[in-house]
C-alpha cells in the first residue's frame, strides 16, 4: 500500500490538502439549510376539483370516472384513489419510488387537458397540484379580533402577506379562514320572462362582454403603440350597463332584469385562536435555505408590522417550525458531543493523551470534510444527516484505531516512528480497506431504497458513507504522517491501566474460553448455532412497529359531524370542545378551523380541504413533557366521548413517511350498498377489539339529499329542454359563476348570477321561486315540471385503483402494538365470508412496513452478495468469507435480546440498525481472520497462530466495539423513540458479537482448517 509512504515523503503537500478539504467542509456547514426533517417530495400529484351543489355521485360519473379513465393510461402508477363528496372530488396519483417528479406531473397536467372539454362546463374550479417539499409551512400568523373585524383582519392579512413577500427563501405565502366577497347579480325571473329573455341569454351576455384579448400593436412615426382594448369591466356600474337584448327596440341593459351589488359570499371556513375570531398567513421554506435566517428577517418584519395594527386587533406566532428545529438539533448535536466525549474517553484510558489526540482528531476532520460532499448531495442539516454523525461516530474511529495500535505494536518491537508507521499500515492497510468497503456495503441497501421510506432516510446512510470514506482516507494518510512526527519514540515502561486489564483479562480468562473453543470447535460452533436459534424464538415477544409517535408538545382533535349538516353546527361542537381546552392550564394555544383543517404545518399531515362536516384545532402545550402530554391526552379522549352525536378523534403526529392511518381496512367491490354493510359489519368487529380507537367510517352513516324528479313529458310539452331546468336550479340556489371581476387593484373577484337569497344561504322554500321560459315565452313554474322528495344517498364514494371502495380508518391506543391490533382485525375477518366480487385490502401501517421491509430485505440481501465477493477478492477463498460471516447471526442474536430487554418493537429504524450491523461486526472477524492468515503464511500452526492472533487482535477489537457503543449510547438514550430501536439494536447486536466472534470465529477456522 502506497498511500501512508506518499502522504509521509510528501508530507507538506498533505497538509495542503487536508487544510483544503477542511475549508470546503467547514464552508459546507456554514452554508447548508437547516430544517427538521428532511426534504421528501415523492412523485404525486392530486387534482381538486370543486363542483359546488354536486352530489358524490354526481362527481363520480361525471368528474372523477373521466379523469381516471384518462390518468390509468400513464406508466409506473403505484396508487391512484379518489374520493367523491358533496362538491368536491379529490383524486390523487402516486407513481413508485425513482419516478421524475416534474417529468410526471407533467403527464398528469397533460391527460387532465385532454379531458377538460368531457368535464361539466359550469365546474367552479379544477386545481393540479404537484406533491412539493414547500407544501409544509414553516411558520403560521394569526390575526385575532372581535367576529365584526373580519373584514379588517383581512385587509392587514394581505398587507402582511405583501410584507413578508420580499424575503428571500420564503414560499407559497398564503392566507387562510379569509371572508370572501364576490360580484352577486340577483336576477329578477319575473322580468326576463316579461321581456322573454332566457337565462342563457343573459349568461352569455356577460362573459362576451369581459373579455379582453391584447390588441397587438401599430407603427406610427417611427414609433410602435401597443393597443390597448376595453374588453373587461372597469367597474360595477359598466357590469349593470351590459346590454342583454336589444332587437329593434331600446336595449335591455343588466340593471333592468338584475341588481348588482357587492355580497359575501357564504362562509366555507372560520378559525380562532384561542376562543378569537382569527385569519391566518402561512408560509413555507425554499428549497436549500436556512430556516434560522429566515425566522431573523420575518421577526423583524413582525416586530415592525405590529405597530401599525389597530386595537382592535392582535397578532401572534401560533406556530414556528424553527423552534422545533432547534430543539432538535440541539438535541442532537449534544448526542453528537457527549458521544465525542465518551469515544475520546476510550481511546485516551486505552493509549494515552497524545496518540488519543491523534485518534480523536479524526473525528471532527472526518465529519467535517464528508460535509461538503454531503452539501453537493443535496442533503441539508436535519435530523436523518445529523444521527448519521452520532452512529458514524464510534465507526470513523475504528480505522484510525486498527492503524495506530498496529503502529504502536511496531515502535514497541523496536522501529523508529517513521518505520513502524509504514510497516503498521501495510500490514492492516488493506484489511482496513476490506473492513471499510464492507460496512459502506451494508449501508447500500437503504441508499438503494425506491420508495417514500427510503426518500425520507437516504440522506442518513449517505452521509455515513461519505464520513467513512474520509475517516478511510485520514486513517491511511494523515494518521500515520502524525504518528511518524508525534508518537513518543519509546513505548511506556508499564502499560496504560486500560492495557493493564486487557492484558490481565487475555491471560485469566479469554486464553482458557479460546482453548476450549479450540479444542472443541464442533461444540462451540453447535452451542453458538443454539443461541441463534434460540433467540429466533424469542422474536414473536419483541413484535413489529413502524415510525413511532413524534415526541411534540403538539396534537390535533379532529371533530367530525354526521355528514350533511351545517357549517354552524360543526362550529357549535367545536366551541364545546374549545371550553375543555380553556380549562386545562398545560394548555398554551388552540387554533381551531372549523370547516377546513388547519394549514399544514407537518410533512407527513396534508391539510383537510373545505367540508362543512369537519373542525380541527390544533393544540400547543407549555410543557415539552411527555407525562404531562399523555395526561392531556388521556383526559381530552374521556371528556370528548361524551358529547353526543359526534365522533372527535385526538391524533398525534408520527414519525416517518405520509401513511392514510395506522390502521386501515379497504373492502373493495362495485355496489354501494353492498360496501355499505360490509363497512358496518367491519366497524362493529374494530369496536370489539381491544386497543383499536377512532373508527373512521365513511359510509358508516347516509346522508339526505333533495331530488328533483323531472316530468320530462311536460318539459317537452313546453319546449323547455330537460337541461335548462337542471341549470335553473343551480343558479337559483347554488349561483353559476359567469366570470371574474378584477378591481383597480388588480384583486379578483368572482361573479355570481343567482336569484335573490336572504342571507346568502338557500332555503327549501327558494324551490318556490323558480319558474323557467316556455318555447313561447310563458313563465312555467319549477313545480308544473317537477317535484322535490327527500332521497338517501351516499355520503362519499371512494375508489382505489379505479374501484370503489370503502377504507375504515382507526388508531392504536396508547399501549397497544398497531400490527397486533391489525393482525387480530384480519384473523377476526376470516371468520366472515365476503360476496363473490369483494375483497379486503390491508392499507396503513401494515401495507406500508410490508413495502419498506420488502425493499429494503432485498437489497440487503445484494449487500451481502456484495460483502460477501468482496471478502471472497480479499481471502481468495469461499470458505474464509463464510467463517468472517457468522458474526452476523450472532450479532442477531444480541439485537433481539436488546430491543426486547429494553421493550421497544423492531421497528423501520430497528431494521436500519440491524442492516447496518451486518457491516459493522463483520470487521471485527476480518481483521482476526486476516492477522491469523499472516500468521500461518509465516508458517505458524493452526492453533499457535490463532491464539496468537486472537491476543493480538482482542484490544483493536474490544476499543472498536466500545467506541462504537460510546458513540451511539446517548443517542440512544437521549434520542427519542425514533433512534433507541436502533441504538440497542447496534450496540447489543455489536457486544455480544464481539464476544463471542473472539471464540466463534477461531473455532470455525480450525474446524474448517483452512
Known amino acids: 500500500m502506497k498511500l501512508p509512504r506518499l502522504s509521509m515523503e510528501n508530507h507538506a503537500f498533505t497538509w495542503v490538502m487536508l487544510a483544503m478539504l477542511l475549508l470546503a467542509g467547514v464552508n459546507a456547514f456554514i452554508s447548508m439549510p437547516r430544517s427538521e426533517d428532511p426534504n421528501v417530495a415523492p412523485a404525486a400529484t392530486t387534482i381538486i376539483v370543486v363542483y359546488p351543489g354536486a352530489t358524490p355521485s354526481d362527481m363520480e360519473q361525471l368528474v372523477i370516472d373521466p379523469l381516471e379513465e384518462a390518468i390509468n393510461e400513464l406508466d409506473d402508477i403505484k396508487k391512484l384513489v379518489s374520493v367523491s363528496d358533496d362538491g368536491l372530488a379529490l383524486l390523487t396519483v402516486r407513481f413508485y419510488g425513482g419516478s421524475d417528479p416534474d417529468e410526471k406531473y407533467n403527464d398528469v397536467l397533460q391527460k387532465v387537458n385532454r379531458v377538460r372539454d368531457d368535464l361539466p362546463e359550469d365546474i367552479f374550479s379544477l386545481e393540479t397540484v404537484k406533491w412539493a417539499v414547500g407544501n409544509t409551512n414553516i411558520m403560521q400568523i394569526a390575526l385575532s379580533g372581535a367576529e365584526e373585524d373580519t373584514p379588517l383582519m383581512k385587509q392587514y392579512a394581505e398587507r402582511l402577506k405583501d410584507k413578508l413577500g420580499v424575503i428571500k427563501g420564503i414560499n407559497r405565502i398564503k392566507t387562510w379562514a379569509t371572508p370572501q366577497r364576490e360580484v352577486r347579480i340577483s336576477i329578477d325571473l319575473a322580468k326576463t320572462a316579461a321581456w322573454h329573455i332566457p337565462v342563457e341569454q343573459v349568461i352569455a351576455a356577460i362573459q362576451s362582454s369581459n373579455h379582453a384579448l391584447p390588441g397587438g400593436h401599430v407603427d406610427l412615426g417611427g414609433r410602435k403603440y401597443n393597443i390597448r382594448t376595453s374588453g373587461r369591466y372597469p367597474d360595477l356600474n359598466a357590469i349593470r350597463n ?3 337584448h336589444a332587437r329593434g327596440q331600446a336595449p335591455v341593459r343588466l340593471r333592468d332584469i338584475a341588481t348588482v351589488h357587492w355580497a359575501q359570499k357564504e362562509p366555507t371556513y372560520s378559525a380562532r385562536v384561542n376562543g378569537r375570531r382569527s385569519v391566518f398567513v402561512t408560509f413555507s421554506q425554499k428549497e436549500k435555505t436556512n430556516i434560522f435566517e429566515i425566522r431573523e ?166 452521509t455515513v458513507v461519505y464520513i467513512l470514506l474520509a475517516s478511510l482516507f485520514l486513517a491511511l494518510s494523515v494518521a500515520p504522517l502524525m504518528a511518524s512526527r508525534y508518537l513518543p519514540e519509546k513505548a511506556e515502561a508499564r502499560p496504560r491501566v486500560l492495557q493493564r486489564l486487557f492484558n490481565r483479562f487475555i491471560e485469566n480468562r479469554y486464553n482458557k474460553r479460546l482453548a476450549f473453543a479450540l479444542k472443541r470447535p464442533g461444540l462451540t460452533a453447535g452451542l453458538a448455532v443454539m443461541f441463534f436459534l434460540g433467540s429466533l424464538l424469542l422474536f414473536p415477544l419483541v413484535g413489529v412497529g413502524f415510525f413511532p409517535k413524534a415526541e411534540r408538545n403538539q396534537f390535533l382533535i379532529e371533530v367530525n359531524t354526521p355528514r ?44 383537510r380541504d373545505e367540508s362543512s362536516h369537519y373542525a380541527e384545532i390544533f393544540v400547543q402545550l407549555k410543557s415539552r413533557d411527555k407525562l404531562a402530554m399523555a395526561a392531556v391526552l388521556d383526559t381530552l379522549r374521556r371528556q370528548t366521548a361524551r358529547i353526543p352525536g359526534v365522533r372527535i378523534d385526538i391524533r398525534e403526529f408520527q414519525q416517518g413517511p405520509e401513511v392514510e392511518a395506522p390502521i386501515a381496512l379497504k373492502i373493495l367491490g362495485d355496489d354501494l350498498d353492498t360496501l355499505r354493510v360490509m363497512s358496518r359489519r367491519v366497524e362493529n368487529i374494530m369496536r370489539n377489539i381491544p386497543g383499536i380507537i377512532n373508527i373512521d367510517n365513511p359510509l358508516g352513516e347516509a346522508a339526505t339529499d333533495l331530488k328533483v324528479h323531472i316530468n320530462r313529458d311536460k318539459a317537452a310539452l313546453y319546449g323547455i329542454p330537460v337541461n335548462r331546468i337542471d341549470r335553473m336550479i343551480r343558479l337559483s340556489l347554488t349561483g353559476v359563476k359567469t366570470g371574474t371581476f378584477r378591481d383597480a387593484h388588480a384583486e379578483e373577484y368572482d361573479m355570481t348570477l343567482r336569484l335573490p337569497v336572504q342571507d346568502g344561504r338557500a332555503r327549501i322554500s327558494d324551490f318556490e321561486r323558480i319558474y323557467l321560459t316556455s318555447a313561447t315565452g310563458e313563465a312555467i313554474p319549477l313545480k308544473q315540471l317537477a317535484r322535490v322528495t327527500f332521497s338517501a344517498s351516499p355520503a362519499q364514494i371512494s375508489h382505489y385503483q379505479t374501484r370503489r371502495n370503502v377504507t375504515l380508518k382507526a388508531d392504536a391506543a396508547p399501549g397497544y402494538s398497531v400490527n397486533k391490533v391489525t393482525r387480530a382485525l384480519l384473523d377476526s375477518l376470516k371468520n366472515y365470508p365476503k360476496p363473490s366480487g369483494y375483497s379486503y385490502h390491508a392499507g396503513g401501517e401494515l401495507e406500508s412496513r410490508q413495502e419498506s421491509f420488502g425493499g429494503m430485505g432485498r437489497a440487503a440481501l445484494i449487500a451481502l452478495v456484495a460483502i460477501f465477493g468482496v471478502l471472497v477478492l480479499q481471502f481468495r477463498s469461499f470458505r474464509q468469507p463464510l467463517i468472517v460471516f457468522s458474526a452476523i447471526p450472532l450479532a442477531i442474536t444480541g439485537s433481539i435480546i436488546a430491543l426486547l430487554l429494553t421493550g421497544y418493537a423492531f421497528s423501520f429504524t430497528a431494521f436500519v440498525g440491524l442492516t447496518s450491523l451486518i457491516g459493522i461486526v463483520i470487521n471485527n472477524s476480518i481483521i482476526l481472520v486476516d492477522y491469523a492468515n499472516q500468521l500461518r503464511a509465516e508458517g505458524m500452526a493452526v492453533d499457535k497462530a490463532l491464539t496468537r492472533a486472537g491476543q493480538t487482535r482482542f484490544t483493536p477489537i474490544i476499543l472498536t466495539t466500545a467506541t462504537t457503543v460510546g458513540g451511539l449510547l446517548p443517542l440512544t438514550i437521549g ?36
Do not use: C
Open 242 to 244: 351590459t346590454i342583454i
Open 564 to 607: 350533511g349538516v351545517s357549517l354552524a353546527y360543526t362550529d357549535s361542537v367545536a366551541a364545546e370542545t374549545e371550553k375543555l381546552l380553556a380549562g386545562m392550564p398545560q394548555v398554551a394555544t388552540y387554533v381551531t378551523n372549523v370547516g377546513h383543517g388547519n394549514p399544514q404545518i407537518y410533512y407527513n399531515v396534508k391539510s
Open 297 to 462: 428577517k420575518v421577526r423583524h418584519i413582525l416586530d415592525d408590522f405590529r405597530t401599525t395594527l389597530p386595537p382592535t386587533l392582535d397578532m401572534e406566532v401560533v406556530f414556528d417550525q424553527s423552534i422545533s428545529v432547534d430543539n432538535r438539533l440541539s438535541v442532537f448535536f449534544n448526542n453528537l458531543f457527549q458521544g465525542m466525549i465518551l469515544v475520546g474517553l476510550v481511546i485516551f484510558l486505552a493509549f494515552g493523551l497524545r496518540i488519543a489526540l491523534i485518534i480523536t482528531l479524526m473525528i471532527p476532520a472526518s465529519i467535517v470534510i464528508a460535509m461538503s460532499f454531503v452539501d453537493i448531495s443535496g442533503f441539508g442539516l436535519q435530523q436523518m444527516s445529523i444521527v448519521a454523525m452520532v452512529i458514524a461516530l464510534g465507526l470513523l474511529v475504528d480505522n484510525a484505531i486498527v492503524v495506530m495500535e498496529n503502529i504502536l505494536r511496531f515502535r514497541d518491537q523496536g522501529l523508529n516512528r517513521r518505520q513502524a508507521a509504514i510497516q503498521g499500515v501495510t500490514q492492516v492497510g488493506w484489511a482496513v480497506v476490506s473492513s471499510t468497503v464492507t460496512t459502506v456495503l451494508a449501508f447500500v441497501p437503504i441508499i438503494m431504497m425506491q420508495d417514500e421510506t427510503g426518500d425520507f432516510i437516504r440522506s442518513m446512510p449517505v
Open 975 to 1010: 434520542g427519542g423513540s425514533l433512534w433507541a430501536p436502533m441504538g440497542w439494536t447496534i450496540m447489543g447486536g455489536l457486544l455480544l458479537s464481539t464476544f463471542l466472534t473472539l471464540l466463534v470465529v477461531p473455532a470455525l477456522y480450525k474446524l474448517y482448517n483452512v
